[in-house]
């Protein structure tokens, strides 16, 4: 089994009716949920790929990129999850659908509403090719002076959750655009825009940190994907050089290299495209 830090939610129902229906031009929920997980892949932290309706109770941070089509079985898990710990990010667009692909008659984000502390007031369908700017509050600082989401703006009205980002350069100036609520001994997240992948890099960077999630092998290339398996005692790293120059991949303490056969420590070469085994006993 891997070590659980991140899960991040795909929802096969979302994917449909946003095909159906984009809510404004150019939007992908393809799209979307790629921009989220290019972003935890890039930290180098363990990802699990789950559905809606999966047990979250392992996973310091869940990520859901958009629940559009809400089933009421979904929220008290979510809502649980939540407050014995767990920290949750929320996409733009979520809760506007029940099951039966219906628009809710209630505010948005609909059923997730009191999980996230916040309502939507008002909405701006921006289009893909529109970009909006925003810039962080004190609580939100940690992910830089200002970044730039597109496609849709929530203008949001918090209840109970504290501001982490507000609107920049729009007549909705000063609006908050991103919230974070405390429920519990966690924290539900709403992002109100659809981010560029900056925006991304850096909301991902900030909720691991956030949720104590640490990277696998924190100081490893760009283009090189790391992955981990424990079992009876064990950890098996797995590493992968997706690009076509060779990579020195720091590690901290002693390896066995199963492919190479050889123990090794500092740094691992990798040859273009190539992948190394690891194993060492866990907590060595």
Same mark, same amino acid.
């Given at each position: 089994?891997?070590?659980?830090?991140?899960?991040?939610?795909?929802?096969?129902?979302?994917?449909?009716?946003?095909?159906?229906?984009?809510?404004?031009?150019?939007?992908?929920?393809?799209?979307?949920?790629? !921009?989220?997980?290019?972003?935890?892949?890039? #930290?180098?932290?363990?990802?699990?790929?789950?559905?809606?309706?999966?047990?979250?109770?392992?996973?310091?941070?869940?990520?859901?990129?958009?629940?559009?089509?809400?089933?009421? *079985?979904?929220?008290?898990?979510?809502?649980?999850?939540?407050?014995?710990?767990?920290?949750?990010?929320?996409? !733009?667009?979520? $809760?506007?659908?029940?099951?039966?692909?219906? @628009?809710?008659?209630?505010?948005?984000?609909?059923? #997730?509403?009191?999980?996230?502390?916040?309502?939507? *007031?008002?909405?701006?369908? #921006?289009?893909?090719?529109?970009?909006?700017?925003?810039?962080?509050?004190?609580? $939100?600082?940690?992910?830089?002076?200002?970044?730039?989401?597109?496609?849709?703006?929530?203008? %949001?009205?918090?209840?109970? *959750?504290?501001?982490?980002?507000?609107?920049?350069?729009?007549?909705?100036?000063?609006?908050?655009?991103?919230?974070?609520? +405390?429920?519990?001994?966690?924290?539900?997240?709403?992002?109100? @825009?659809?981010?560029?992948? +900056?925006?991304?890099?850096?909301?991902?960077?900030?909720? !691991?940190?956030?949720?104590?999630?640490?990277?696998?092998?924190?100081?490893?290339?760009?283009?090189?994907?790391?992955?981990?398996? +424990?079992?009876?005692?064990?950890?098996? %790293?797995?590493?992968?050089?997706?690009?076509?120059?060779?990579?020195?991949?720091?590690?901290?303490?002693?390896?066995?290299?199963?492919? *190479?056969?050889?123990?090794?420590?500092?740094?691992?070469?990798?040859?273009?495209? +190539?992948?190394?085994?690891?194993?060492?006993?866990?907590?060595?």
């Amino acid at each position: 089994m891997p070590p659980k830090a991140v899960a991040i939610i795909l929802s096969y129902d979302d994917r449909w009716t946003l095909r159906l229906q984009p809510n404004a031009p150019g939007m992908s929920y393809d799209s979307i949920w790629l !921009t989220y997980y290019r972003a935890l892949h890039k #930290l180098g932290v363990p990802i699990d790929v789950v559905p809606p309706d999966a047990d979250l109770s392992r996973y310091a941070l869940v990520v859901a990129p958009m629940l559009h089509v809400v089933s009421e *079985a979904y929220v008290q898990p979510l809502t649980d999850y939540v407050k014995k710990g767990g920290h949750l990010v929320m996409g !733009t667009r979520s $809760g506007v659908k029940d099951i039966a692909n219906r @628009v809710v008659n209630q505010p948005l984000p609909g059923l #997730l509403a009191d999980l996230c502390g916040v309502e939507v *007031a008002e909405y701006d369908a #921006l289009g893909a090719q529109t970009p909006v700017r925003l810039a962080f509050t004190q609580r $939100g600082q940690a992910m830089g002076e200002h970044a730039v989401g597109h496609t849709w703006a929530d203008i %949001l009205r918090p209840h109970g *959750a504290h501001t982490l980002a507000t609107y920049i350069g729009t007549f909705y100036k000063g609006e908050p655009a991103i919230t974070q609520h +405390d429920v519990g001994s966690g924290t539900a997240t709403y992002v109100g @825009v659809i981010p560029n992948q +900056d925006l991304a890099d850096a909301l991902a960077h900030w909720a !691991t940190q956030w949720a104590s999630v640490m990277p696998l092998l924190p100081d490893k290339p760009a283009g090189v994907e790391v992955t981990a398996r +424990d079992k009876a005692g064990r950890r098996f %790293l797995f590493l992968l050089n997706h690009t076509g120059e060779s990579q020195f991949v720091p590690v901290s303490g002693v390896y066995r290299d199963l492919l *190479a056969g050889v123990a090794v420590h500092g740094k691992v070469p990798l040859a273009p495209f +190539d992948l190394a085994i690891l194993e060492t006993d866990i907590g060595a």
